[in-house]
């Protein structure tokens, strides 16, 4: 069972699921008005959005999805956990819920799910709002990953002693700092055993090396089809010292986005929501009241 001491006073939220197939979809919300729609990354859940979510509740409906296999989300064994299903996935919580008029919020590979979403169906998306992130194949492939891929000693690594997630704690931070024990504590709760963290292991696996693998023809697609959002309000937000989605990933974007309102944040890692909270959250609420 999860334990939830010392991390659960960060997660005020009542807990709903969306059914996929006799799967349970994890999804938190908050608030009412035009729909926010938060996407997390691997190895994150929606509990990384849990200040944001709070922050904009008061004029929106903020909601964070969880991915199949991740977060407070079912874990299951036989199913895809390719970057398509996530898409599907994530469709067909939209469709259930018949949500328009949609700003949503992507990080990490929440936000190729996210564009992939508002690539394959345009309409009920009205914003988009980028947080380190990528719509392309691997322009490089850091070292670190690839260790993560070793065969056999890389699952090991991530399934048996969760050094992926406990890693990210200290990598995916410029200032470890940021975070308190107890949220570092929330961060990687869910993922506490060998079935659980069976959602990071395939995230890992299924970052595409080579032309060959399936989800690179699924991130080509996404690329292509960018053109279908550019006259959509875009914002971006990015801490300048990742070193998974460095700023070549956003300079990349904003050529296709040209028109994109951009923040840079030259102190700030990967996990730039939780080590610029305060200014990310005034951003967001400006870009929302346009």
């Known amino acids: 069972m999860l334990s939830t001491a010392g991390w659960r006073q960060h997660y005020p939220f009542e807990s709903h699921w969306h059914d996929l197939n006799g799967q349970r979809y994890h999804y938190i919300q908050a608030g009412q008005g035009a729909p926010v729609l938060f996407v997390h990354g691997n190895p994150t859940w929606s509990f990384y959005w849990r200040n944001l979510v ?9 909601m964070a999805v969880d991915h199949i296999g991740c977060g407070l ?52 998306f009205a914003r988009c709002v980028l947080f380190n992130t990528a719509a392309f194949p691997p322009p490089f492939f850091p070292w670190r990953i690839r260790i993560c ?23 995916a931070l410029a200032n ?22 069976l959602g990071i292991y395939n995230f890992v ?7 060959a693998h399936a989800t ?12 279908l959002l550019a006259n959509k309000p875009m914002l971006m937000m990015w801490g300048m010292r990742d070193w998974c989605f460095r700023p070549e990933c956003l300079e ?38 346009k």
């Open 205 to 211: 696996q299924d970052i595409p090396a080579t032309p």
């Open 149 to 171: 891929r070793t065969p056999v000693l890389g699952r090991l690594a991530m399934q048996g002693g969760n050094v992926f997630a406990k890693a990210a704690l200290h990598m």
């Open 54 to 62: 709070q922050g904009v509740a008061d004029s929106h409906q903020a």
């Open 176 to 197: 470890g700092n940021s975070m308190s024990a107890s949220e570092k504590q929330g961060m990687i709760a869910p993922y506490d055993s060998w079935q659980n963290r």
């Open 73 to 124: 989300s079912d874990k299951p064994a036989a199913k895809s956990y390719s970057l398509q299903q996530h898409i599907d996935n994530l469709l067909s919580f939209i469709d259930a819920r018949r949500l328009n008029n949609i700003t949503v919020v992507g990080h990490d590979w929440g936000g190729a799910i996210a564009l992939g979403a508002a690539v394959e169906r345009p309409e009920p």
């Open 216 to 227: 690179w023809q699924t991130l080509e697609s996404i690329e292509s089809g960018l053109t």
């Open 252 to 289: 990349r974007l904003v050529t296709h986005f040209p028109q994109a309102e951009v923040h840079r944040f030259a102190d700030a890692g990967h996990w730039v929501v939780e080590e610029k909270r305060t200014e990310i959250l005034e951003i967001l609420k400006a870009f929302l009241a």
